[in-house]
């Protein structure tokens, strides 16, 4: 059974930065790709971000290219996403996924393990 268990979430104001992390056991973390996606109150779930097995290859929402950063520590079985210059609209519900392929996607439909997801809200 894959356990993600996510953190870092919290009540920012606008403008600021936070870093989420999300602990993964259970299968080889270093084979899979990783996904951050968002639900925001009224809305479909999104992807976020989403990262290869090895790091190497890295997609992104167009609302958070050059905003928000996705990375992972296969040694610590850990994917994070650094999300600075906050806005309002990036207030939701984050949620890590692990897809059981090497290469990304988009589709939350491909990822099979979910984490119970983390708040974050923005003020302005």
């Known amino acids: 059974q894959v356990q993600l268990v996510e953190s870092g979430g919290g009540l920012v104001q606008a403008g600021g930065s936070l870093r989420l992390s999300c602990a993964a056991s259970g299968r080889i973390f270093g084979l899979y790709a990783m996904g951050w996606f968002r639900r925001a109150p009224g809305k479909e779930r999104e992807l976020v971000a989403a990262i290869n097995w090895s790091g190497g290859s890295t997609s992104y929402a167009n609302s958070v290219e050059g905003r928000f950063i996705i990375s992972r520590d296969n040694a610590k079985n850990t994917v994070y996403l650094q999300m600075n210059s906050l806005k309002p609209e990036d207030t939701a519900v984050y949620y890590c996924?692990?897809?059981?392929?090497?290469?990304?996607?988009?589709?939350?439909?491909?990822?099979?393990?979910w984490g119970q997801g983390t708040q974050v809200t923005i003020t302005s």
């Open positions: 996924a692990s897809r059981p392929r090497a290469g990304i996607s988009a589709t939350d439909t491909e990822y099979d393990y």
